[in-house]
């Protein structure tokens, strides 16, 4: 498959499942936004938990390229954290899928371990955050990653839904509490 058309349908499934129930999305509708057959996106990634996934992967690839540009223009943690949320909160989307998404299917075996997606999503967001944190061990650093990943989705969604009214105080607490947490993996 070309990666243009695999672009596009991972795209569509990002849309498509961020406005369906977990589990109940419909890969006829997928292919039809996607100008593309079933039986290509089943042929490339063979089954629903696969095309989730891959287009998890996506997202986590992307975020991973902007954060490193934000890295660049922000002095700050409170500043690249901000950046992120700028980022995020334009694509919402991702917002409702990852939120929705992430804990329905187990994540594949390969996916873990040394040089692995989920390895390599960590260590490039090691390094876009070992900026603001120099002297923390590469361990503690993953978990924070992890730790800043799932925390950013969450106050998007909670924007998004309008539970929160995204303002620079509110951004400020929440990069606050992030970096809270963060201290919580560098003590231990």
Not at 19 to 25: I, R, S, T
Not at 163 to 183: A, K, M, Q, W, Y
């Amino acid at each position: 498959m070309n990666e243009k058309l695999e672009k596009r349908i991972l795209d569509v499934t990002i849309e498509v499942c961020a406005h369906n129930e977990p589990g109940v999305f419909s890969t006829r509708l997928i292919a039809k936004k996607a100008d593309t057959s079933e039986g290509t996106i089943f042929l490339h990634f063979r089954n629903k938990r696969n095309l989730i996934f891959a287009a998890e992967r996506q997202m986590g690839t992307e975020l991973i390229a902007a954060s490193q540009v934000i890295t660049a223009n922000a002095p700050t943690f409170q500043d690249f954290y901000s950046g992120c949320v700028d980022y995020v909160l334009k694509r919402p989307d991702w917002v409702a899928f990852i939120n929705t998404y992430s804990h329905v299917f187990p994540r594949p075996k390969d996916d873990y371990g040394e040089g692995s997606y989920i390895n390599r999503l960590l260590e490039a967001g090691e390094d876009s955050i070992r900026k603001y944190f120099p002297s923390v061990s590469a361990a503690a650093l993953l978990r924070c990653v992890s730790f800043s990943y799932r925390e950013l989705f969450r106050y998007a969604q909670l924007v998004l839904n309008g539970e929160v009214v995204d303002s620079p105080r509110f951004r400020e607490l929440e990069s606050n509490l992030v970096l809270h947490g963060i201290s919580h993996y560098v003590e231990k």
